[in-house]
Structure formats: C-alpha cells, structure tokens
C-alpha cells in the first residue's frame, strides 16, 4: 500500500503520524511512502488546531489533497483539529472518509481496514513500531502526551488531554532502537519537558539514563517551562556531553503583569534568576525562546520590559507570535484587547530587535571549530553542502553551508566556521 501523509504544526504531530503508519505494518509487509499524491492509496493530513492559522493552514492543505483525491484512494485527517472540531468537520469537509482525533494515532489501522481495496494488501504489524518520516539520521521521542498547565490562551490541555508520562525504562528502550537504525540526533519532545513524572523519575533522572544506557552522541530537548527549570537540570545537561548545550524555554513575556494574566505560574524575576543560572551553568549554551505580543491587557509599558528583556539577554534564537484569540481560551474572556495594527508593530519591532541580536552572536561564531550534523546537499546549489551545529534544532533554527570537504548524510564532522549571516553560518570541514 502507497501511502502520503503530511503532519502540520509540531513535531508531537510527526510523532503521532509516524506512529499511523506504524500500525498499518513495515515497509517489509508492504507499506510504502510516497511524496505524490496521485499515486497514493491512502492520503493522511495531520493536521495542527492549536490558533485559527494554524486551522486555516490545515483546511488549506485539506483542500488541495481533496482536488486530486479519486474514487480508489482514502482520505484521513487526524489530529488537533479533529478533536477540537469533531462531528462540524464532518459536515463542512464530506470528502474525507476517516477522521481521527489526537490520543490514539495507532488505532487509524482499525479505522481504514474497511475501506481498503483487497488489492491493497493492508497488514497489521504484530509489533506495530513507528515509520520514521524524518531523515534516518534523526528522529523525535515523546517523554510524555497532554498538558497539566493551564495558560490562558493555550488549548493544548483541551486537545491532548492531561499530561502523563512514560517510565524510563520504555523510552531508553525505543532510543536505543533508534540508535541501531542509524540515528544520530533525538529530539525529546512534550508540551512541558520539565513536567516529566513517573515511577519518582524526574527529567535529570531520564537524562541521566539516556546519556548512561545509549551510545547516541546528539541529545536535544524541546520545550522546556521556565519556572520549572533547576539547578540540577542545567548541571544534568551541562555535564553530559552528549545532551546538547540548547536550551528551549518559551517565556511568553516579561511583564509580571502579562505572565500572572496568562496564569503562566512565574514573574519576571523567576525569569532573570533562571537566566543568570544558565549564564553561569551553561555559557556556552544556546537559547531559544518563545514571546508573545498584544495579549489581552498589554499596556506601553509591558511591552517595552518584554523589549528591555530581549535586549538585556539577548538570545541565540527568539520566535515573536501575535496573541490569536481562541473562544474556547479563558484569555477570550480578559478585557483590554490590543489591535491588530498595533500587536504587529510590537512584533516588527521585536523582530528587528533579534535580527540584529542574532547576527552579532552568529558573527562570533567565525574561528571556531564547531561539530556540524551533515544533512545532505544544500537546495540552492549542488556546491555546497548543508548542516546544523549542536545549537541549531532542526527545522526551526539556522543552518551552516558548507563550502569545503565532502562527507555523507548523517555524518558529525568537525567544520571551521569562516562566515555568518544573520541566521545561517558558512564554513569548511577540517
């Protein structure tokens, strides 16, 4: 059976997808991937419902599946927008013949066994395991599903459902499968890394664990919650070689007066305290982070200690997000809503900030000698190679050309980094 699929928004949803797929048996027992559609059995649309453009993005790519969809093939839609929509998605979209809601992914072979053709040869793996729809040299884990937070204008806990995690013991067992696949780079994933809990293992024990039981040389976590993150998590991260020294923490904001409205459970000295520890734990590290601007309430003056924060810390990455106004949020309901034209200006400014904050940190770059996962030949020249260093994530961040030296997909080869951008580095093998 061909199968397409695409998974929009985070990579809790390419899990999930790799996980679909995994149910409906091994390449070995006929399943097969492919990137066009028209020659397809079965077409999959995970799609992300956390703010109206992420919905909009997914009905859009709905649509476009649907104009070549034929009478042979079946059509799922899985994921958040399926469970916050449910039976309206229905109505509104006739020609998708399975919806699947987010918690289950595995169960979709059960779904579609009715409506495949004989010729289709559907199996159902004994052992289902996940396809890998990234690049074999790296891959996502999820530590844990759901969300027990409760911000303001988040629907994580109303898609996904509360936060439960899995024992360690699972997931340095699907690692170390990973790692005999080729893998060279997990990323852990969750909604809240830091909420990790089970058996009275915290996240530094699951750390400790992975670093000490696997052979993986790259570790990346993402997403960590800043007033859950402790001195013992940065010394676990800052003494294992193999975790990488980037540090995802979205702190939404900097003004008290915003964070205690989004009932993020922190204030703005939590946030210089935390970056001090880094500063002084981890150095060397990069951080990213997350901002939100024009949240209900935001005044002048919240905004420019967001500002003086950005500017005082200065991040290696930084993502700014307009507040989208979700009915089913609490934050629908805070009185004070900030226009459009002026949420955007806020984000422009913020933007700038980081262009220019982020090009005089890459530029400090050249000299060194930094270790670069190759991830193949580079889109807009055969010449150049293209890879990422220890403090870009795949997807999100920067990445480096390189310019000089050969090596396969998938190898870690130590590059001289000769030039910078404001996002991107250049440089050679050595």
Known sequence: MKVFAISLGCPKNT???????????????????????????????????????????????ILEVVKGKTDRQVLVVMGCMVQRYGDDLKKELPEVDIFLGTGSPQSLVTLIKDHAAPHQHLVQSPDPARVLTTPPWRAYVKISEG????????????????????????IVSEVSSLATKGVKEITLVAQDLTAYRNGGKTLPDLLEA??????????????????????????TI??????????????????????????????????????????KLLPHAA????????????????????????EKWEFEHLGCFV??????????????????????????EIMNIQARI???????????????????????????????????????????YINEGT?????????KITDSHIYDLVGKII
């Open 407 to 415: 090596a396969d997909c998938g190898d870690i080869v130590p590059v």
């Open 15 to 61: 899990i999930d997808t790799e996980v679909a797929l995994g149910s409906l048996g091994s390449t070995d027992s006929g399943l097969k991937l492919t990137n066009n559609p028209q020659e397809a059995d079965l077409l999959i649309v995970n799609t992300c419902g956390f703010i109206e453009e992420a919905v909009s993005e997914s009905i859009d790519t």
């Open 147 to 170: 969300c027990s937070n409760r911000c303001t204008y988040c629907l994580i806990p109303m898609l996904r459902g509360n936060e439960t995690s899995r024992s360690v013991t699972e």
């Open 358 to 400: 982020s090009r005089d940190k890459i530029s400090d770059m050249v000299g060194r000698v930094e270790q670069v996962l190759v991830e193949g030949v580079s889109s807009e020249t055969e010449l150049l190679l293209v890879g990422r260093t220890r403090h870009q994530a795949p997807e999100i961040d920067g990445i480096v």
């Open 238 to 279: 800052a003494s294992n070689t193999a975790i990488c020294p980037y540090l995802d923490i979205p702190i939404q904001h900097a003004s008290t007066n915003i964070l205690r409205s989004m009932r993020r459970g922190y204030d703005s000295k939590v946030l210089e305290d935390l970056m001090s520890h880094i500063s």
């Open 210 to 235: 992975l670093a000490g039981e696997t052979d993986l040389p790259w570790f990346r976590l993402l997403y960590l919650h800043p007033g859950k993150v402790n001195i013992r998590l940065l010394e």
């Open 287 to 310: 951080v990213r982070t997350t901002v939100m601007v024009g949240f209900p309430g935001e005044t002048e003056d919240d905004f420019q200690k967001l500002r003086e924060f950005v």
């Open 323 to 348: 507040y989208s106004d979700e009915k089913e949020c609490m934050a629908n309901k805070l009185p004070g809503k900030v226009s459009s034209e002026t949420a955007m200006a806020r984000k422009d």
